[in-house]
Nanobody, 118 residues
Framework: QVQLVESGGGLVQAGGSLRLSCAVS????????MGWYRQAPGKEREFVAA????????DYADSVKGRFTISRDNAKNTLYLQIDRLKPEGKALYYC???????????WGQGDQVTVSS
């Protein structure tokens, strides 16, 4: 059973930084396309960043380009999201997702809360 566990969230001042981690068990992330999503209060879940399993190619939502960096460590089976210059609208529940292209299955973590103080 594949499990994803996010960590690293918390309270941060606007303009500050933090790094989210997503530890995966039950499967190798080298086989998965990985991504981060977030859901702000009263809004739908939205795409934040993606990292390809083939060559670690990255993709970002326009709203986070230049401030967020997604990366993976296949040896540690962990996905990361470095967040810099955090804006108040970045307050959300951040989710890690893994897509297995072989079986067309998606796995999700429980989410980690990021709160921004102004």
């Amino acid at each position: 059973q594949v499990q994803l566990v996010e960590s690293g969230g918390g309270l941060v001042q606007a303009g500050g930084s933090l790094r989210l981690s997503c530890a995966v068990s039950g499967g190798a992330i080298s086989n998965y396309d990985m991504g981060w999503y977030r859901q702000a209060p009263g809004k739908e879940r939205e795409f934040v960043a993606a990292n390809s399993r083939r060559d670690s190619t990255t993709d970002y939502a326009d709203s986070v380009k230049g401030r967020f960096t997604i990366s993976r460590d296949n040896a540690k089976n962990t996905l990361y999201l470095q967040i810099d210059r955090l804006k108040p609208e970045g307050k959300a529940l951040y989710y890690c997702g893994a897509e297995d292209p072989t079986w067309f299955v998606c796995y999700w973590g429980q989410g980690d809360q990021v709160t921004v103080s102004s």
